[in-house]
């Protein structure tokens, strides 16, 4: 089965600094990635899936299959930035596999 | 937008007592999800069902059931509530492949 791991609980960055939360997956094959966004005392949603290619919010993830990761990335943070943030994929098509999360702070 | 609604945002129940989580969707979505989400743990897939009466364990289905009846209603179910099943419980629901899932808000569970 397909894992996705995110090494970091915590990443605490100044405003305006980069940030760079990470997920890691073992899959071989072509992998379908997401990552999701909660912020205090609301539900989870969607940010960006690694199939659309999009920036939101100003953040971007790219899949690196060498790798094997996709890693989210801001160039500067601002503190409505900090939220909770999990990394997912689904295997099997219907069972999603979530990281552990990742917990973003941007002090001020 | 799709909703996914749930029907208490916070429960206490005692143990052995047997609970009800209630979920429903409003956009045809035939796959419906539940979690739970504990700190440091992330989230964890209870059941899930891809259709009215069908239903699949997830990875931590022990001391869980569920109930599709309908196609906008998922049901969560714990038989002989215990307290280490205070957490956090998520719905959801998805429509096509390659879509997202859709989260509800949320309900805290506390066992006493």
């Known amino acids: 089965a397909q894992r996705v791991t995110q090494p970091e609980k915590l990443l605490s960055v100044f405003k305006g600094a980069p940030v760079e939360l990470k997920c890691n997956y073992s899959y071989s094959g072509s992998p379908e990635l997401f990552w999701y966004v909660q912020y205090s005392r609301q539900r989870l949603q969607l940010l960006l899936r690694h199939i659309s290619r999009e920036s939101i919010k100003g953040f971007t993830a790219d899949l690196n299959k060498g790798e094997t990761s996709f890693h989210l990335k801001k160039p500067f943070a601002q503190e409505e930035d900090s939220a909770m943030y999990y990394c997912?994929?689904?295997?099997?098509?219907?069972?999603?596999?979530f990281g552990s999360g990742t917990k973003l702070n941007v002090k001020p | 937008d799709v909703k996914v609604t749930q029907s208490s945002r916070y429960l206490v129940k005692r143990t052995g007592e047997k609970v009800f989580l209630e979920c429903v969707q409003d956009m045809d979505h035939e796959n419906m999800f539940w979690y739970r989400q504990d700190p440091g743990l992330g989230l964890r897939l209870i059941y899930f069902?891809?259709?009215?009466?069908?239903?699949e364990k997830g990875d931590i289905p022990e001391g869980y059931s569920v109930s599709r009846e309908k196609k906008e209603r998922f049901s969560l179910i714990l038989e002989s509530a215990s307290t280490n099943q205070t957490s956090m419980y998520l719905c959801a629901s998805r429509g096509p492949r390659g879509e997202t899932q859709y989260f509800g808000p949320g309900t805290r569970l506390l066992v006493l």
């Open positions: 069902s891809y259709d009215v009466k069908m239903k």
């Open positions: 997912a994929s689904p295997y099997n098509f219907n069972k999603f596999y």
